[in-house]
DNA sequence: GTCTATAGATTGATAGAC
DNA sequence: GTCTATCAATCTATAGAC
């Protein structure tokens, strides 16, 4: 009786169909991050999903909701992620009894995030969303974010000032915020410029790999400015 | 009935009230700022202009027209200044027969933008507007952005490339791709963080000096980097 | 140039049959 | 859980009186 309780909510045996949540979740990812939110009907998304347009309400209860969630799907396990590699560095700094080094934190929380991007269908039109979420304008958006990413912001910035004992907090805060504007503004346009604006002979699209290779030198190097 | 003409349409020897289009273009560029071009109705900006709702249309066309007209206003003066200084610069380095430095170029563009926002009224709205227009995921705002700002951006680019040898013009494209994007955080970022965001001790709107004094080094040494 | 009034389209959300 | 039908609110834009 496993199979019809299954069944219950409900998926048929030979049906490949992901069910409407996920479907749901999926097409408003991507229409929020291409779009925007605001920009972004429920018709376009249920469109896009193939569902019926009473369904977002039912399963989410509203757009508001349901952006939360599709925030959520995706960034509790990247921020688990990178607490982990984070956690990691400071242990071992403990462990060999110096200082963490300012190139294995900014690493510890950024390759997870851009490696984050070929992990899994759909994740690239994530990154943009979340890469474009710290500067909405509007609450709606920038507040869901902030809630889920407060945490893991911390635990960076004072890996980092535990790194940089010769700087001080204030100076070490905002550049942070210079790189976190730096790597948001690469998460969100990475693959999506229009390609007449590039001069010739610059790959418009690198991938992860060489993306990292160029920001994190330029990262460190900027963090370490005296 | 002097009363009655002034009220008529017309503007009286000493009515200080701007006209309809600077009030409109004001409102807009505020509410466009504040809540992002599409969740922002005409009715909030004649609303906040004080002026009828048809005004708009009346004096721009539609409401994408009076985003263009926001955006010029101060972006063709603002683009001014950093063309005079960038070709000072080049001028310079020409005359004393050296490369341009990368202090100096960055600098060039970066002291006009980051000081107009004191210069007058609106203009710190204005920057919190055009610091978000490139990471706008709609068109519309973008595009418009883009027009008026690319063939200064390419200006910048050259001079880079001029000041930077050794290094290959691939990787000083991405290292400026990270400089605008720490920039343009910082643009619309500063002073309208929430204050809880803030780690003790940390000033959460530093004026624009000791923003230039944080931020230049840091972008120096990142486009620097060997 | 300014105003009222409204057209015409689209939105988020819901009620109720199945 | 899914569907149709629709509500009530909102939007951009315009026509036409003054």
Redesign the interface.
């Known amino acids: 009786m496993s199979q019809a309780e299954m069944d219950q909510s409900e998926i048929k045996k030979g049906d490949t169909r992901p069910d409407t949540k996920q479907r749901i979740l999926d097409a408003a990812e991507k229409l929020f991050?291409?779009?925007?939110f605001?920009?972004t009907s429920l018709r376009a998304i249920t469109g896009e999903a193939e569902v019926n347009l009473a369904a977002v309400n039912y399963h989410f209860g509203s757009k508001e909701a349901l952006l939360d969630k599709v925030i959520a799907r995706r960034l509790l396990p990247l921020n688990e992620l990178r607490r982990t590699r984070l956690l990691r560095v400071r242990e071992a700094s403990r462990r060999e009894n110096r200082r963490p080094r300012v190139e294995e934190t900014l690493r510890a929380f950024i390759e997870p995030t851009m490696r984050f991007r070929d992990s899994e269908p759909g994740a690239d039109d994530f990154m943009?969303l979340i890469?474009?979420a710290?500067?909405?304008?509007?609450d709606t958006v920038r507040k869901i974010f902030?809630t889920h990413i407060?945490s893991i912001f911390?635990l960076l910035?004072e890996t980092l000032c535990n790194a940089l004992p010769d700087i001080s907090?204030?100076?070490i805060?905002?550049?942070l915020?210079?790189?976190?504007?730096?790597?948001?503004?690469?998460l969100?346009?990475v693959g999506r410029f229009?390609l007449s604006?590039?001069?010739e002979?610059?790959?418009p699209a690198?991938d992860t790999d060489a993306?990292l290779t160029?920001?994190v030198?330029?990262?460190?190097?900027?963090?370490?400015?005296?």
Chains 1, 2 share one sequence.
């Open positions: 991050a291409r779009e925007g605001h920009n943009s890469g474009r710290l500067s909405e304008p509007d902030i407060k911390y910035y907090k204030e100076v805060f905002w550049r915020q210079f790189s976190i504007g730096a790597l948001s503004h690469i969100r346009t229009e604006h590039f001069p002979g610059v790959n690198p993306m160029m920001l030198p330029y990262l460190v190097q900027g963090m370490e400015a005296h």
